[in-house]
């Protein structure tokens, strides 16, 4: 028994198939290998340019990660500027109206149209105008929300009314009592200085030269005016040994100031909007120009996203199908996005009011009230 397992038969094979295969292993060995065909100076210079648009791409996601995200929650703050601020929030609706609530009746953006245009005529009549039709080539639509803000003793309470739904909410923000264990604010020793008439202003001299600066390039030359919004001189000064921030404005010469141990403080939120807003390089190098420098290369690694994300997607046969068909959508969904936000931005009267607290819109109030009642 040992000696089988220690021995086992051999397979035998056939002469002939033996000859065979010794046949095939000389032709195997005989057989050229295939050589790698050599790629030209131009295809390694496509794969290095394909992996370094790959590399670029996931390096310049990865390094403009944090700021993508500031971007995005800032932008959602503005759409959102209710949330994540204090505040108790009361829900309610002023439709339809309640026996315990007010007793209020929205008018429908068709019927406070029809009463707005009875007021129009009535006012054109009066200085012998055009008669004016509503017309159907726009519906009318309320363009934002109804906002109050009451302050009483005890809080301050912010409203708002969905002039479609009716439905609105209250935040009451506690008025904060006066503490007094808490130290009185520190006197600002150059608070009674509020202008700094300079015979040498920088913004006045160049405005005075302006004139004949033009001339001497060649172009029609008039007087100058400065911008809606003069450049201030930001600096720190001490007084009587206490450290302050002093802000001139180049415009109108004047001057506010503020101590270095009482500068505001800011919340998260309001950071972050303020972040997002802020735009445009310093004259010199600073924090705000470092800001502006991220902001184009936001824009840069955007643009480089969107261009690269398409090469990448080009490169894979079998999505090119799929991947076109969202593409196309994509433009479609864009160009009408776009035509519609022009439409919108474009329309005359789109300002916000003072308040509504005009004759002609309290009357067209009243007559719809009137006629719903």
């Known amino acids: 028994m040992s000696a089988t397992l220690d021995n086992p038969p051999t397979r035998s094979t056939s002469p002939k198939v033996d000859c065979v295969v010794a046949e095939a292993q000389d032709n195997a060995d005989q057989t050229p290998r295939r050589t790698p065909k050599r790629k030209t ?40 500027p209710r949330y994540f601020r204090d ?11 309640q026996a315990d609530g007010p007793d209020v009746v929205l008018p429908s ?9 009875e007021e129009m005529n009535l006012e054109s009549f009066l200085y012998g105008g055009p008669e004016i039709m509503l017309s159907a080539e726009k519906r009318p639509a309320y363009s934002g929300f109804l906002t109050y ?12 009314v969905n002039p479609v739904t009716g439905t609105g909410e209250i935040r009451s923000t506690p008025v904060q009592a006066a503490d007094d264990s808490k130290p009185a604010a520190k006197p600002n ?30 172009l029609s030359s008039g007087e100058a005016f400065g911008g809606r919004r003069a450049p201030n001189l930001v600096f720190a000064a001490e007084a009587d040994g206490v450290p302050c921030l002093v802000t001139y404005n180049l415009g ?37 120009w470092v800001w502006a420098l991220v902001v184009d290369a936001m824009f840069v690694s955007m643009v480089f996203w969107g261009i690269s994300g398409l090469f990448m997607w080009w490169q894979v046969k079998r999505t090119r199908w799929l991947g076109g068909g969202f593409l196309i959508a994509s433009l479609v969904f864009t160009s009408v996005i776009v035509v519609g936000m022009h439409d919108n931005l474009t329309q005359g009267g789109s300002r ?22």
């Open 41 to 80: 100076l131009g295809q390694k210079i496509g794969k290095s340019l394909v992996m370094g648009m790959r590399r670029v791409h996931l390096y310049s996601g990865i390094f403009m990660f944090p700021f993508v995200l500031l971007y995005g929650f800032s932008g959602w703050f503005f759409n959102h």
């Open 87 to 97: 505040g108790e929030v009361t829900k309610f609706s002023v439709v339809p109206a």
């Open 109 to 117: 953006a068709d019927d406070l149209a029809e009463a707005v245009i």
């Open 149 to 160: 803000t009451v302050n009483t003793d005890e809080a301050t309470h912010d409203i708002s």
């Open 189 to 218: 020793p150059m608070a009674a200085i509020q202008r700094a008439e300079l015979s040498d202003n920088p913004m006045e001299e160049v405005r005075q030269a302006i004139p004949g600066l033009l001339d001497h390039l060649g």
């Open 252 to 288: 109108n010469n004047s001057i506010s100031s503020i101590r270095q141990d009482a500068r505001p403080s800011m919340d998260t939120m309001n950071l972050m909007r303020r972040m997002h807003l802020a735009r445009m390089y310093t004259p010199q190098m600073d924090i705000r």
């Open 352 to 373: 916000r009011g003072g308040g509504g607290h005009g004759s002609s819109s309290a009357a067209a109030t009243e007559h719809i009230a009137t006629s719903h009642r």
